[in-house]
């Protein structure tokens, strides 16, 4: 048997193991027909990102089940890639070829999509190896990419099936424009905020006469686009005027006043201006009323040539101030007033967006929603925590179409051709090889545009497996079974994944080659888990302008990987936010530290049996049996009950905190301790043989249920508590199963009655400062005849335990004695001899006097009404805290100086 180091060291394991499994395939799925698989396909990363501490609890999750269900026999696919994440990788790429003098328009469009895959090769696999520093057991052989050749196939697949059904289809419309990154965005990628602004009141003379109406807008520079005022049919104040036409100012355009169920008679004036290319409602004001649609708007957002000419080639909020301030000097600005509302910004670079008209293509949604909805509701799939259910269904009842068009280069290129001659259009992966259908032309061009990022990643639990090809691994592992992501991208990402499935996954052969029918066949996964946002200790959302937002890899440096995913899982609670530090990860330190020292205690006393070797099996060696061992194999089997049951329903913070409890307070603290007295005794050494190798039998057991949430120190303690051949791995060991026979309650009610006595003992001999090197004596008065007769049995454990000489039952306490009671049990501790009366008095009543002290002037805050009004709740509720304890405290020297009396 090897040894184990004084103190374990996380840089000598971790990348010494990680290598080891990778070396001998552990990771690595195949199609097996003798086991149940089970799968998840990674959230796949963006190919800018690196490791952040949302993407350590999010794959901590996820290796956690994937190791769980590795080790109890399954056929665990964990499947990998990333995300060409179209905006912002050619941001970076634009950025780097600025900084050379270059624009990607002067490099043209083919060089510069390869400075964009050179980018990707050399920098796009940096979180890749991320996730490997943190353990993640992932099949690197099988790693995908977004736009790999496989995944591009899907691609265009699906977008010239739903184009040839009539899903998809290309047309006029308001979209979330960026006129920074010259792209469309969908209504999901818009972060709104509440910013504070103006409310315009602008005069509209009538056409025939000196009179005129008052709109009230946030955004006077699209006045230059209006096609109408509108006001509601409803509005008492202003039907005699529907018909009329007044003039624009500034443009001197003739528009006419209409009226429209959207109006609010409550906003402004109750008359709005019109403006049907620059705002998502007037757009459908103006459908429902054939209105002129008129964009003065570029790209960037600069007036273009449809403004006059003194507006043209400004910027839009430059342009805002000028058309204000030429208003006023025609006097036609009634009153400005402050308002609030709120401002859509791009979700990559912060930019307001523009509400902008042009020719996008689109996905209709409604009918690819409907069955998505009703795996849901019905339970086939099932959220975790189920209240985003009700957010997912609110959403998918109202959805619009999926704009998928935007105007990059870095991306999948629309599949779309254009005859050259008539402008047909044909829907195809490759250039059409026959001539035009409409005209006989034989030359086309392509779509210019690419897909919208998540176009791509909606496909990924069946294309990462090779759809649209049939195939062993895609029969075999698909559907997948267990999706982590964030709730940011319920609609992102697990709606439209949804969709995609029970749209297109249906035509996947089951392993046996039916045909697959249900719901639970088809959809991309059984369960999906919303992991916690991660927040600082003061609650704020991490970010690195707030510089709140530790490097995960630091962290591992410092702490170690098992380490980090330990304590971000013990912090987790499900459907709860996580309040991380740097700090907090001791938690998983120190524990780490525990199960090694633990480790060391048995191979230290390993050494002073005879011939002893502790050969790994899973069969129990049940000789020579005491209350300790009988409690801790009930423990065993019902911690691996909880443990199993936690996990099988998600509860993943609470399997870490069975774990915790079991192996630091009952293995570590307790059953350890309670064999020292057999092992340090007069047993036999047979005895003292069966006693350290149940307590090694119930150690690997521990070993393998930690090893999920901590693979690497586990790992290195299970290799070395036994002789291990080459290429025997604890993640490939079997997971322990629960053995009813041995929980025993009752067992467990005798052992803990032991545990808080001893408590109790401990308690009293603290409290009262009694020399760790005194023995005392213990009198107990028991109302249980079954109590006294298991401290009689076990009465050498409670000596060893609480550093007693004599275990006395008596019926009368004792002067000058401590006392407690547990369970109607009384328990007294003479002090006369074992400390100094006297002075111990004298040292409490101080104490007590100090704590009053404090007491008063806490009292003193606490009944001022100016400190309770004015001072902060958390100080106010601090200071109460405070008097709590005091009051506690108080109340338990003054017991004890009541003892010494």
């Not at 050379?100 to 083919?110: A, D, P, S, V, Y």
């Not at 602004?197 to 003379?205: E, N």
Request: charged residues 25%; glycine residues 4%; contains cysteine.
């Amino acid at each position: 048997m090897a040894k184990l180091e004084k103190v374990y060291n996380p840089k000598e394991t971790e990348d010494k193991w990680y290598n080891y499994w990778e070396k001998h395939k552990f990771f690595h799925a195949k199609a097996n027909p003798n086991k149940k698989p089970y799968t998840i396909v990674i959230p796949p990363p963006n190919i800018t990102g690196i490791l952040t501490m949302g993407h350590v609890l999010n794959n901590t999750i996820q290796d956690v089940f994937i190791r769980w269900k590795r080790m109890q026999g399954y056929e665990t696919l964990w499947m990998p890639g990333t995300d060409h994440a179209g905006i912002a990788t050619q941001n970076v790429v634009e950025k780097a070829l600025l900084k050379e003098g270059i624009t990607r328009h002067q490099l043209g469009r083919e060089k510069f999509l390869e400075r964009v895959w050179k980018w990707k090769e050399e920098y796009g696999g940096t979180i890749i190896k991320q996730l490997k520093k943190l353990g993640a057991s992932c099949d690197w052989e099988r790693e995908r990419f977004t736009m790999d050749e496989g995944l591009s196939e899907a691609v265009q697949e699906v977008f010239i099936r739903l184009y040839n059904k009539g899903l998809i289809y290309k047309g006029k419309y308001i979209v979330n424009w960026c006129p920074k990154d010259h792209t469309a965005i969908s209504d999901d990628e818009v972060n709104h905020t509440e910013q504070n602004g103006h409310l315009w009141y602008i005069k509209y003379p009538f056409i025939d006469s000196k009179d005129f109406v008052t709109v009230a807008t946030t955004r006077p520079e699209t006045m230059l686009g209006d096609t109408a005022v509108a006001v509601n049919p409803n509005d008492e104040r202003y039907k005699h005027l529907i018909g009329r036409y007044v003039i624009l100012p500034l443009v001197e355009r003739k528009i006419p006043i209409i009226a429209d169920e959207f109006v609010d008679p409550a906003f402004g004036t109750g008359m709005v201006k019109v403006t049907p290319a620059h705002d998502p409602n007037d757009y459908w004001i103006g459908i429902r009323h054939n209105l002129e649609q008129i964009n003065i708007f570029d790209i960037s957002a600069n007036l273009n040539d449809n403004a006059p000419i003194k507006y043209r080639g400004k910027d839009r909020f430059e342009v805002r101030m000028e058309v204000v301030r030429d208003l006023e000097s025609l006097g036609l600005i009634e009153k400005i007033e402050p308002h609030t509302h709120a401002v859509g910004r791009c979700y990559r670079c912060n930019t307001i967006i523009e509400p902008y008209l042009s020719d996008q293509w689109f996905i209709k949604m409604k009918p690819l929603a409907e069955p998505a909805l009703s795996v849901v509701l019905n339970g086939t799939i099932k959220f975790h925590p189920d209240r985003w259910v009700k957010v997912y269904e609110h959403w998918m009842t109202n959805i619009r179409d999926w704009c998928i068009s935007r105007q990059l280069w870095w991306g999948h290129r629309i599949p779309v051709w254009y005859c050259d001659n008539c402008n047909e259009i044909i829907a195809s992966k490759k250039e059409p090889v026959q001539p035009c259908p409409k005209c006989g032309n034989k030359t086309f061009h392509q779509d210019e545009d690419v897909l919208d990022t998540w176009a791509s990643s909606w496909l990924w639990p069946f294309s990462t497996l090779g759809w649209p090809n049939d195939n062993e691994d895609l029969r075999y592992f698909y559907p997948t079974d267990t999706l982590v992501t964030g709730p940011d991208i319920i609609f992102f990402w697990v709606a439209r994944m949804i969709m995609a499935a029970m749209e297109f996954a249906g035509e996947i052969p089951l392993p046996n080659g039916s045909k697959r029918t249900k719901d639970e066949e088809i959809v991309p996964f059984k369960n999906v888990y919303f992991t916690s946002i991660i927040r600082d200790a003061q609650g704020r959302k991490m970010s690195k302008s707030l510089g709140n937002s530790p490097d995960p890899l630091d962290v591992i440096e410092e702490y170690g990987a098992d380490a980090l995913r330990f304590t971000i899982l013990y912090l987790a609670p499900l459907g709860q936010d996580v309040l991380y530090s740097n700090e907090k990860c001791e938690i998983g330190r120190n524990f780490a530290n525990k199960i090694w020292n633990a480790g060391r205690f048995l191979l230290m006393n390993a050494e002073q049996i005879p011939n002893f070797v502790y050969k790994s099996s899973e069969i129990l060696n049940d000789k020579d049996l005491d209350l300790s061992d009988k409690w801790i194999l009930s423990k065993l089997n019902s911690t691996i009950s909880e443990l199993n049951d936690s996990l099988e329903n998600f509860y993943i913070n609470n399997a870490s905190k069975i774990l915790y409890d079991f192996i630091w307070h009952d293995y570590c603290d307790w059953y350890l301790e309670m064999i020292k007295s057999r092992l340090y005794g007069i047993e036999k050494n047979s005895v003292k043989t069966n006693v350290l190798e149940r307590a090694f039998y119930i150690y690997e057991q521990i070993l393998k249920m930690l090893h999920p949430f901590m693979p690497f120190v586990t790992e290195e303690i299970w290799q070395n508590i036994a002789d291990r051949k080459p290429g025997e791995s604890i993640m490939v060991s079997k997971f322990p199963e629960c053995a009813n026979q041995w929980i025993n309650k009752d067992i467990e009610r005798d052992a803990s009655f032991m545990q808080n006595v001893v408590n109790a003992i401990r308690t009293i001999r603290g409290e009262l400062n009694v020399p760790l090197n005194k023995e005392i004596t213990i009198l107990m008065n028991f109302h249980k005849v079954e109590d006294e007769k298991l401290i009689k049995n076990y009465e050498i454990y409670l000596k060893r335990l609480t550093k007693a000489s004599e275990v006395v039952v008596t019926n009368q306490r004792p002067k000058h004695s401590a006392s407690s009671v547990v369970d109607n049990t009384e328990i007294y501790i003479p002090l006369e001899g074992i400390i100094d009366l006297e002075t111990e008095k004298n040292r409490i009543q101080k104490e007590i006097d100090r704590i009053n002290s404090m007491l008063q002037g806490i009292e003193k805050k606490l009944s001022n009404p100016n400190f309770i009004e004015k001072a902060p709740q958390e100080i106010v509720e601090s200071e109460k805290k405070k008097r709590e304890n005091f009051n506690l405290t108080l109340s338990k020297l003054r017991k004890n100086l009541e003892y010494l009396s």
